[in-house]
């Protein structure tokens, strides 16, 4: 999922829709900002405002994705990498001369031993993991060639490069720049063949991950929060035709701080 980062930023808009996580701390949040700023139903405003941490980030981006509207984050959370920090005053002029980066989700569509075809997006990464103490047996192919005929391990994953220092990163997998054009294909505890770490792929590739010996070593597959159990097949491509918009604040924005994560020990 390359990012095209436009530098086109909005005038101070005047109608915001406030959305929040649970949580004491954000629901507050969306009350003072409500209170001062007034509240515009998500169907009609300018922006929205997302108060809690990447994980309500993630479900706003979800839910809202078919509204076209760009979304900035206020962290309310724990982690807060795709959030702004948290502040009350001119919100509006902040929100105006924000940065937007403009990035596409994943598409999977996973195959269950039934034969019961589903679908889902995802913005971080698709991940395929092993459902019980037996490691899983999978075949990939990129574009129709076999890549690895049989790759022994806890599973694998196919990041975005907004979604490279999520569970990517914890998979040793490489932090990717939003420009950079391809996606992370990492390897999750792999036994064998044990000295392979991973690929980067163009974005335009498809990828196919197949699931042997399935009734010995059952896999599941997650897009996001969406997880099908017991695939036999799963299909990978970039959704270039859905564009979801981020802002952040000037000098801050998520080209920087995924450079920044390059150099953090």
């Given at each position: 999922m390359p990012a095209q980062i436009p530098r086109n930023r909005m005038s101070d808009p005047n109608k915001i829709a406030f959305v929040a996580a649970h949580g004491e701390s954000a629901e507050a949040a969306r009350r003072r900002l409500i209170h001062r700023y007034g509240n515009t139903p998500p169907e009609e405003?300018?922006?929205?405002?997302?108060?809690?941490?990447?994980?309500?980030?993630?479900?706003t981006l979800h839910r809202?994705?078919?509204?076209?509207?760009p979304i900035y984050g206020m962290n309310q959370g724990t982690v807060g990498f795709l959030m702004n920090e948290y502040a009350e005053d001119d919100l509006p002029a902040r929100l105006g001369s924000a940065n937007p980066a403009t990035v596409h989700p994943l598409?999977?569509?996973?195959?269950s031993v039934n034969g019961a075809t589903e679908t889902a997006l995802a913005i971080n990464e698709v991940a395929l993991l092993r459902q019980t103490r037996?490691?899983?047996k999978l075949r990939i192919s990129v574009d129709g060639r076999v890549r690895i005929e049989e790759l022994i391990c806890d599973g694998v994953l196919i990041a975005t490069p907004a979604g490279s220092t999520a569970y990517n990163l914890s998979a040793h997998g490489p932090v990717l720049p939003l420009n950079a054009g391809v996606l992370?294909?990492?390897?999750?505890s792999a036994f064998r063949p044990r000295r392979w770490r991973g690929?980067?792929?163009p974005r335009s590739v498809t990828v196919r991950i197949e699931v042997l010996e399935t009734p010995k070593r059952p896999v599941s597959a997650t897009a996001d929060f969406h997880e099908v159990r017991d695939v036999v097949e799963v299909e990978i491509k970039e959704a270039p035709e859905i564009a979801l918009r981020l802002l952040f604040d000037a000098g801050?924005?998520?080209?920087e701080r995924i450079l920044s994560e390059q150099f953090t020990f």
């Amino acid at each position: 999922m390359p990012a095209q980062i436009p530098r086109n930023r909005m005038s101070d808009p005047n109608k915001i829709a406030f959305v929040a996580a649970h949580g004491e701390s954000a629901e507050a949040a969306r009350r003072r900002l409500i209170h001062r700023y007034g509240n515009t139903p998500p169907e009609e405003c300018d922006v929205i405002v997302a108060l809690g941490g990447d994980g309500f980030m993630l479900q706003t981006l979800h839910r809202y994705m078919n509204l076209n509207k760009p979304i900035y984050g206020m962290n309310q959370g724990t982690v807060g990498f795709l959030m702004n920090e948290y502040a009350e005053d001119d919100l509006p002029a902040r929100l105006g001369s924000a940065n937007p980066a403009t990035v596409h989700p994943l598409r999977m569509k996973a195959i269950s031993v039934n034969g019961a075809t589903e679908t889902a997006l995802a913005i971080n990464e698709v991940a395929l993991l092993r459902q019980t103490r037996q490691t899983a047996k999978l075949r990939i192919s990129v574009d129709g060639r076999v890549r690895i005929e049989e790759l022994i391990c806890d599973g694998v994953l196919i990041a975005t490069p907004a979604g490279s220092t999520a569970y990517n990163l914890s998979a040793h997998g490489p932090v990717l720049p939003l420009n950079a054009g391809v996606l992370a294909l990492t390897p999750i505890s792999a036994f064998r063949p044990r000295r392979w770490r991973g690929a980067l792929l163009p974005r335009s590739v498809t990828v196919r991950i197949e699931v042997l010996e399935t009734p010995k070593r059952p896999v599941s597959a997650t897009a996001d929060f969406h997880e099908v159990r017991d695939v036999v097949e799963v299909e990978i491509k970039e959704a270039p035709e859905i564009a979801l918009r981020l802002l952040f604040d000037a000098g801050h924005d998520l080209e920087e701080r995924i450079l920044s994560e390059q150099f953090t020990f």
